[in-house]
């Protein structure tokens, strides 16, 4: 069944939302043009798509915790890993995106909450393979997938951390002396999503870039977004609809994008 206020947004969005053209600030308008629209074929995309491909043929069932029903509830069912895999990895045209955002920051660290069977992990370890890679997943059976492809794949060193994101993420960002990339997919509550935003804050600098998945998920992911907007410290975002993006640039106008993706 179509979402209908989904639908609205998403056209009002396609109304409102500009392409590179007219944009004047300089760090946006290379952003859109260099990475949000960069649609070169890349040898990355081919290797970190045989492990989706791997994934729609796996008919094995896993028991999937979802947390995001809220902060210590557990839905658990029976899936099979190709329906996940189809129903919950991040389409192939918006993980290459997290691929060049990546690529494009070059952190030294990356932090994802939200494993799910790791395909965007690959691609953000890969858009920066000297990053420590750090991500989260609540599910432990969708962990074990994920390590599974993480091993077929040779990566060794991501550090994947099973548990409550309101239980694992103090600890992995107090570790941190700064924060270069985060990726909140996880959880998608106005309360939560707000909670983790602050937690990030006092360890934000020049070049850090947060991404919020799902921004018109619900109301209350609209409701946070539009918090994370007004927030002093935030001096630009982007919205794609899919995702948004955090800039906390100085010198930089406040100003918030709605771009065509």
């Not at 999937?64 to 902060?71: K, M």
């Not at 189809?86 to 939200?114: C, S, V």
């Not at 890969?126 to 091993?151: I, S």
């Not at 309360?191 to 020049?206: G, I, N, Q």
Request: glycine share 6%; aromatic share 10%; net charge negative.
């Amino acid at each position: 069944m179509i979402n209908v206020t989904f639908a609205k947004d998403f056209l009002l969005h396609r109304f409102k939302s500009k392409n590179r053209h007219g944009l004047h600030s300089p760090f946006i308008y290379r952003l859109v043009d260099e990475v949000i629209y960069d649609n070169k074929h890349k040898e990355v995309y081919d290797i970190v798509e045989e492990q989706r491909d791997h994934l729609l043929i796996d008919d094995r069932m896993i028991t999937v915790a979802d947390l995001g029903a809220g902060s210590h509830v557990n839905n658990n069912k029976q899936k099979k890993i190709s329906d996940i895999t189809i129903n919950a990895l991040k389409p192939p045209k918006l993980a290459k995106l997290l691929y060049r955002l990546a690529a494009f920051t070059q952190p030294t660290n990356i932090i994802e909450l939200g494993t799910c069977l790791g395909i965007t992990t690959i691609y953000l370890q890969q858009a920066a393979p000297n990053a420590k890679v750090y991500t989260l997943e609540g599910c432990p059976q969708t962990a074990g997938v994920a390590k599974e492809v993480f091993e077929r794949a040779g990566l060794n060193d991501i550090n994947i951390i099973t548990g409550n994101f309101d239980d694992t993420l103090g600890g992995v960002l107090d570790s941190q002396e700064k924060l270069d990339f985060v990726y909140i997919d996880g959880n998608h509550q106005r309360d939560a999503t707000l909670r983790y935003f602050e937690w990030c804050l006092p360890k934000v600098h020049e070049d850090t870039m947060l991404i919020f998945d799902d921004i018109y998920w619900s109301d209350g992911m609209k409701q946070a977004w539009e918090q994370i907007k007004t927030h002093p410290q935030v001096s630009a975002t982007v919205d794609l609809f899919w995702i948004g993006l955090v800039f906390f640039k100085t010198g930089q106008a406040k100003e918030d994008f709605k771009i065509r993706f």
